[in-house]
């Protein structure tokens, strides 16, 4: 039997057996021809799935080139959403670009909705910074949809082999969706749809994702935690990963004396459930990072002090 004949008589019976409860017949009828099943859809033992998988050819997870990010998460992997969250001004730019440059190989785009690509390139070039090789829209969309992501990421792909998408940042994707369809659901909601849709990009065309996200802006003389992020817990149960930075700095109110010591800790894990925290030194003469042992004599202390801290740290 054909598999489309096959799902329809499936759902012919499954209605049939839905109008009489009480059919033991009706039913019967229902299994009989879904033990004839043999699509796309089929089950599959969990043993039988292992050997498929086995079968495949291996991919080698993707190092960042940080030493010490990656003796604890072991890189990052192809479909992977990962989110990287902090106070404004925290350094998630400047992290992205540090990423992209380690990972020129992999073709990276990176889509800037905060500032235009051009902003991004004469910022980096004023300040004396090299500027990572990587690919960017020419011009943005008046509308910037998870769809519009998506044509850009097959393009990378096709003219490129892309691997890595850097998103700067969410709060300005669009969230209404094609012929704004959610324009009643409340934003929550409608954040929560953007990013299964960037999930679904990452896992339809094996790339790496990386999007960027603000927090709520509290006390930013502490580090952040998960609950700090902006508008929907699902910004955390769609993301494989999350990161979040904080940048030491000093004073009260509006003035701050930043710091160049940076907490980098992944908060979250999908793959492995190993959490870390690494510190890292922005670097204002190449605007990168660089590792430094006393810097994890510094996270050691951080570590110890969240230990004892109030529920503010």
Same mark, same amino acid.
């Given at each position: ?172 994707? !669009? %969230? @209404?969706?094609?012929?704004?369809? +959610? /324009? *009643? ?5 409608? =954040? #929560?749809? $953007? ?65 160049? !010591? %940076? @907490?980098?800790?992944?908060?979250? +894990? /999908? *793959? ?5 925290? =690494? #510190?890292? $030194? ?32």
């Amino acid at each position: 039997m054909e598999i489309d004949a096959l799902i329809k008589n499936i759902a012919e019976e499954k209605k049939k057996a839905e109008t009489d409860l009480h059919s033991a017949e009706g039913l019967l009828r229902l299994q009989k021809v879904a033990s004839q099943y043999q699509g796309e859809y089929k089950l599959i033992w969990s043993h039988d799935l292992l050997e498929e998988i086995k079968k495949r050819p291996k991919r080698e997870p993707v190092k960042t080139h940080i030493l010490s990010l990656d003796d604890e998460i072991k890189g990052f992997h192809e479909q992977q959403l990962i989110t990287i969250s902090a106070h404004s001004k925290h350094g998630k730019t400047a992290f992205a670009l540090f990423l992209m440059k380690n990972l020129e190989a992999l073709s990276p785009v990176m889509i800037p909705l905060e500032q235009s690509n051009e902003e991004l390139v004469e910022q980096l070039n004023d300040n004396g910074y090299p500027i990572p090789r990587f690919l960017s829209p020419e011009k943005l969309a008046s509308k910037v949809t998870a769809d519009w992501i998506e044509q850009r990421v097959i393009e990378g792909i096709a003219k490129y082999n892309t691997k890595l998408v850097v998103i700067d940042h969410l709060g300005y994707i !669009d %969230t @209404l969706g094609n012929y704004e369809q +959610n /324009r *009643r659901e409340n934003l929550a909601y409608r =954040i #929560g749809e $953007v990013m299964r849709q960037l999930k679904g990009i990452a896992k339809r065309w094996n790339v790496i994702i990386i999007l960027l996200v603000h927090i709520s802006q509290k006390n930013d003389a502490t580090p952040p935690r998960l609950e700090d992020i902006k508008n929907s817990s699902d910004i955390l149960q769609e993301s494989d990963m999350v990161i979040m930075l904080w940048r030491k700095n000093e004073g009260k109110g509006a003035v701050k004396i930043w710091k160049n !010591d %940076t @907490l980098v800790s992944v908060m979250a +894990n /999908r *793959r492995t459930g190993k959490n870390c925290n =690494i #510190g890292l $030194v922005f670097n204002s003469k190449t605007g990168e990072y660089d590792e430094m042992p006393k810097m994890q004599d510094w996270v050691k202390q951080m570590e110890e002090l969240a230990k004892t801290a109030d529920d503010d740290f």
